[in-house]
């Protein structure tokens, strides 16, 4: 045949050695042509491989760098390429001359042809990787490396073929090539143009720098090192070394490889996704397939060179005990063969560890990628959710998606190649077990099989256990995170004790229950991985001794530690299997409820017609077809009549749903129609719940809409009735992502009233507002709201009455400067939900709204012709005698009257939004455009177009001192250092000392029984070496010592799993709750929710489950562990309050500033997760390798002693054989103990940070013990406050240390029954007056006394529990109507007890009905399905602002107090509703102490006495007829502010 030719035989080996693969008189070397078919062609192979796909990436980007001729190490690296091509083509040359009686074409031939194809590519390789990137090609590293070792391999085996040891031309070319080879590997490895660390640790510009700059933000320190330092991890040394001398911070995390970071896993899942959204396919799976698959799949490619090559170890065992018999023989082998065998299992463990941890490192940049695109979708897709969605899946829910199921998820990618690796590993240990053993090992196989079955019953029972827990978890952290949301309420009226039962019950009846039947089938799992191995061995070692010792010989050392070996082998995949099958359970559950929640029901874009809208139009040329007509100049103004005029919303004939279900639901608004021109003032006027928000929500698009159409040109801002306020400066929250106009912003401080506010607070406008607005008032808040919407210079402005929270003089600023028709938003279209009924003449247009429809409509003077219901309003509300707006924001009793403060801006008037302005604003602001002209590129943000200070804000490492003056938000801290061992201490008293040392017991004796199991095996191998028959004697002793064994493993899992980690999970739980539950308001006001639930979400779930398997697996990396907690927070954090305004982001198309925002805040925490996997390969690596040498010493230590002591008895095949499998046991032992040591070490961080929050500084007792608490408990006072006088007596508070005092001096007495109205500025401290009186602030100077009690000498539980309040901001919780209305009337008995102490009857339906009658709020509760029993969502969701403050009236009246402050109480009620109150309270509360603090003067008209502060002092205090006559008076200036008078 012509394959087969004379010349032309490409099989043919040449060489006289043949295909081998051993050649050498002692075998102990390869043959020629063996190593040219497998070493030299796999490299040519790998190279052609991977060096083509990467050599077409390299040339499809454009050259970006220019490669100088002068460039001396890419010069050589090219001279030495070309050196190894011609010696490649001598070689050939040399060999057809060497080979002369050989086929022209053969083996040889043809793999040194296809090297020559080769090394071309690697020339353009070099070439392009200098002129395209500024990185080392590891490809060529190692493929130089591969090439040098092959070359040197090859030119021993042609040296040792020469035989008269002359060297000729032909191996002359192997050295040289060899030489040339080398210089190459040392060349790609050393020769770098620059440090990778050169940028690693740079200043605080620098980093800054780095996280904005797309080139640098690119940058992995691992992708610019050599491959030796990448296969060792050796890049890590300097992070070690600084981690050693000082605590790591987040800035000194490396940027992780791009495979991993945020940004690009993140966009490539999403486009995965979107995919097979738009298929109908939604699987999640194949979207992370798509998105990771790739280098995950080459992970599975090193998985199964690593799984072949630890096979390595027990056939090289058996090679050695071969040697060591034969040793003693008459003809003893040559020493030289066991030193070979030792440097082959040294060399085959190198190599094995080096794959393994490539093979990890893959995995958990894989993990990382999955982890980073998941929760960045999530995010993502909480931006798109409809309200309907939404109401789904709240916070509680939402938050355990993002941390607990990602991380589940994430790690499956460590052990899911384990799923097919396992079955592998099995079935060549079956193998070769076959082949030492015989048939006998097929019973091992049939006992195998027999346990997958059990196997399987028992993870399938663990499966359902961990579906019920991660339901358990869902509905305790949503409980958790509910209470804390409303923790002031909780406090306020005393709940604690109800909302702990509720989360206990969940914990304890629910959670902890599961955990302990989870624990109970680990036990059983474990003590069947445990003994069926054993039951294997022996059943195999039993069939071997009937039937195969005849045939395959005696039972002797070699077959024993053989097969013992092989059997452990087994023990891993056995073990790991259903472990494995648990994870993947997890991850499939995780999986499942990601999907459920990703394709929950999106906003619908069509429900809202979106144009651009450009305002510069020629002031000539009518509008035509609603387009505006560009005039190519930014500066033309535009005429204000109608007739040029463009309708900006218009909705014509609209339905609109919340949940949209025709069948058992109605639209929420009917046939809404109504337009809007560009500036125009709309009025939307109502009684709660008539649908005024709804129509502002439906206008954002926030509603289904089932029918009609809805038009919107231009950009919209939206202030909510509730406002939505960030953790951040003042100033950041005006900007929202803005650039900063100096200018501008000015007039928009002063415009919105915010100019004295600025001047109280500590750091002007960069003090930094807490999460929620905790440190704000809520009129403050209001105003800041207000003023983000004027700042964003919209073309339309959606207001949800923005004048509610806020003092009546405060509100005639905003109306004359920001809202009226001489406003900054005069010429914007203005949509203003208002109860203000004296604004309405200034508005263009009047709505009124009832029951969801529009009930009338049109100018001011039309609807009061008309003598409808708006005629009704203004007759009965709208009294005033000058305009709302004509006094200025300040007041006779201000402090600050330096009239250089307090002028108004020149030219404030001036249409600042428009004209001149907007030139100055584009000027100002190069993120957007200089014309209006394209709406979307106006308002596009990308990384580009950040600032420095927006970016600047999320990186907390950054913060420079002089900014940090307001900061509000602590850093969160952590310990340095190794975990104080009082944590272990703690942790072992929590478990119970009873169970702890049970525990320990069980551990020493199974381990002891482990170890006597090998040395039980090496006595019954010397007695079969023997040649003694005692073999049942043997067994039956190794079966007790297995049986024990498994016994005590068994009762370890245990006690551990179902005593211990139980009753630690309850105690540490509980006082972490309760600490936090017990914290002074001031902890709320300095720490974020999202931290808070970090140690309820991801802390307690470690404590629960992941460190009491750490420690029964053991009885640097704590630093990065500590900043992955660390850095998990501000995640968690950032989505809780964007969760809270996810309707203000969207309406200001903030969307993708936010999503970048929690990129970045994803990507810190991924960098200390890759630094923290990196550290643990390199202390793998390293204890692995010395575990290696170790092996490598023992077995040179054998053989050195029977070549020196060869006559002695002291080394035999039994005593080597039990030494290197106790070796490899005892090694693996080692390195997994480290590690589980190092695990443990981590995983008490979590204990560590839940013990910092279980030791935080309590507010003061609930009871106390003393005489007088006694007596109002039990004793003759336990009715009090029988008469409700309150006196304060030099009374002085602030919020907490380090501030000022927020009132002052504050000395003034109550008496029984008495009305008292309290007024003031926003920040006067009227919220703080009623703080002080329910002890949410502690006094520092002087004391509240009430009916003769100082309230500071009882227990705050008794105080609060009876003293009533209806808070500014109502707060409703998840349960029922009856919850809420009283959480603590939820027994079954007649009589039940608030917080244990104070008798409550229990109250009957009639009284609750009663209670929401008297509310006005009846009606609306009946029409819910379930009445008192109807669902509440969390959080009210499903209530309106002015519904919600009902229920808080009604609260008021069910409890039956003698004290009852109102703090702002109406705030949200239309003036009809908020009447018919007032009227409630004057006749139920007719002799009970009431405080009313109110913004609407007319509701505090008829209190007996009149409080007015100023700045915390107290400025007035008289009967408000007597304040009225005296016209100096500051009250009497707040009465001719607003038009009000007083009538007896």
Known sequence: MWFDSEWFSPTYCPNPEGWGPFGGSLGLDFTLCFEHATFLLSTQLFMLTFGSFILSRLIKIQSTYHVDSKNRSFVFKMVLTSISLILCLVKLFTMTREYSGSPVFNSIFAIKLLQMVTLIECIFLSFYTVSRTKNCSKTLQLYWLLSFGTS???????????????PRIFFLVFILETFVFGALSASELFLINSSPYSRANGSSEEYNDRTISEENYDESIEEKVNVLSMLTFWWMSPMIKMGSTRKLKSSDMWQIPKTGQTKPSSESFWENWQYEVSTNRNSLVISLFKSFGGWYMVS???????????????????????????????TPDHPYLGIYYAFAMLLASVIQTLILHQYFNLDSMAGLGIRSGLITTIYRKTMLMSSKARNQFNAGDIVNRMSVDTQRIANCT????????????????????????????????????????????????????????????????????????????????????????????????????????????????????????????????????????????????????????????????????????????????????????????????????????????????????????????????????SKYLDTLVSVENADFWWDYDTVNSNPILKDISFSLKSNELLAVVGKVGSGKSSLLMALLGEMYKSKGSVTIKGSVAF????????????????????????????????????????????????????????????????????????YARADVYLLDDPLAAVDAHVGS??????????????????????????????????????????VEQGDYNHVLNNRGLVYSLVRDHGKQAQTPYSSGVQTPYQRNTDSKETKIPENLNVDFLTGDNDQTRFESSPSFVSDDADYKTSRSVSIETFSKASVRSMCPEINLSDETAGQLIAEETSETGQVNRKIYWDYIKSCGIFYFISFIIAILISEGLYTASFTWLRFWAASNDRGEKQNIFYMSIYLVIGVAFTLFAGARSYILLTKSAVRSAKINHEKLISSVFRSPMEFFDTTPLGRILNRFSKDIATLDEELPQSFNDWLVELELKRLDSVSKSPIYQHFQETLGGVSTIRSFNQTERFIFENEYRVDINQRAMYVYFSLNRWIAIRLEVMSAIMIFFIVLICVSTMVY??????????????????????????????RMYCKVETDIVSLERIGEYSNLK???????????????????????????????????????????????????????????????????????????????????????VIDGVDITEIGLSDLRSRISIIPQDPVLFSGTVRYNLDPSNQGDDENTKVHGDVPHKKLSDEELWEALELANIKPFIKSLEGGLDANVLAGGENFSVGQ?????????????????????????????????????????????????????LNTVMDSDRILVLSQGQLVEFDSPENLLKDPNSAFASFANEFGVSFEK
Not at 1211 to 1226: E, L, Q
Not at 1459 to 1477: F, G, H, Q, R, S
């Open 152 to 166: 040197a391999s090859m030119t021993l085996t042609t040296w040792r073929q020469l035989e008269d040891k002359e």
């Open 300 to 330: 599975g490619v090193l998985k199964m060179f690593y799984d072949t090559l630890q096979f390595a170890k027990p056939l090289l065992l058996k090679k050695i005990l071969d040697f060591t018999r034969n040793y003693y023989s008459e």
């Open 414 to 641: 460590d052990y899911g190649h384990l799923i097919w690796s396992s079955p592998f590993q099995i079935c060549i240990a079956l193998y070769l077990l076959y082949q030492t053993l015989g048939k006998s090992a097929l019973l091992g196989i049939l006992i195998m099989i027999l346990a997958i079955p059990l196997n399987v019953v028992v993870t399938n029972r663990m499966q359902e256990l961990q579906e019920e827990q991660m339901k358990n978890k869902d509905k305790r952290i949503r409980l958790t995170e509910e209470s804390l949301q409303g923790i002031k309420i909780l406090k306020l009226y005393a709940w604690e004790d109800p909302f702990l039962s509720r989360i206990r019950q969940v914990r304890n009846l629910l959670e902890i229950d599961t955990l302990r039947k989870f624990g109970y089938m680990f036990s059983l799992q474990s003590v069947i991985v445990i003994l069926f191995p054993f039951l294997v061995t022996l059943a195999t070692f039993a069939v071997y001794l009937k039937f195969d010792g005849v045939s395959h010989g005696p039972l002797n050392s070699d077959l024993i530690f053989v097969s013992v070996s092989l059997f452990n082998m087994l023990h891993f995949p056995l073990i790991i299997i259903p472990y494995t099958v648990t994870l993947l359970i997890e991850g499939a559950i995780g999986i499942r409820r990601i999907r459920e929640y990703l394709i929950s029901e999106n906003l619908k874009p069509s429900s809202i017609t979106r144009l651009e809208y450009n305002r510069h139009k020629d002031k000539d040329s009518p509008v035509s077809n609603g387009k505006s007509k560009e005039t190519g100049s930014s500066k033309s103004q535009f005429d204000l009549s």
């Open 719 to 790: 202030a909510t009735q509730q406002p939505w306020i960030m953790n951040a400066t003042v100033r950041e929250n005006v900007l929202f992502g803005l650039r900063y106009d100096p200018k501008f912003y000015k007039r928009v401080i002063f415009a919105c009233g915010l100019e004295p506010d600025l001047k109280m607070l500590s750091n002007g406008d960069m003090t930094e507002i807490g999460e929620k607005g905790i440190n704000l008032s809520g009129g403050q808040k209001a105003r800041l709201s207000l003023a983000r919407a004027v």
């Open 813 to 854: 600023h905003l109306f004359k400067h920001v809202l009226g028709p001489n406003g900054l938003l005069k010429t914007r279209a203005r949509v203003l939900i208002t109860n203000a009924i004296p604004y309405l003449e200034e508005c263009d247009t009047v709505l009124l709204m009832q029951s969801g429809y529009i």
């Open 1205 to 1234: 002591y060869k006559d002695s008895s002291k080394i035999d095949a039994g005593v080597v054989g039990m030494t290197i499998t106790y070796a490899f046991s005892i090694t693996h032992a080692v390195n997994w103990c480290i």
């Open 1258 to 1344: 309590p507010e003061a007792p609930i009871h106390l013990s003393n005489e007088i608490s006694k007596r109002i408990q039990e004793g003759d006072k336990k009715n009090w406050p029988e008469h409700g006088k309150i006196d304060f007596i030099n009374y002085s508070t602030k919020y907490r240390e380090g501030l000022e005092p927020v009132l002052k001096n504050i000395t003034l007495s109550i008496k029984p029954g008495e009305k008292i109205g309290v007024v003031g500025r926003t920040g006067a401290g009227k919220s703080s007056f009623t703080l002080g009186l329910f002890r949410i602030i502690e006094p520092t100077e002087g004391k509240i």
């Open 1444 to 1496: 919600k403050q009902l229920m808080c009236l009604a609260r008021a009246i069910v409890k039956k107090t003698q004290i009852i402050v109102l703090d702002e109480a109406t705030a949200a009620i239309d003036p009809d509703t908020d009447k018919m109150i007032q009227n409630t309270i004057r006749d139920v509360f007719k002799n009970n102490t009431i405080i009313t603090i109110a913004h609407r």
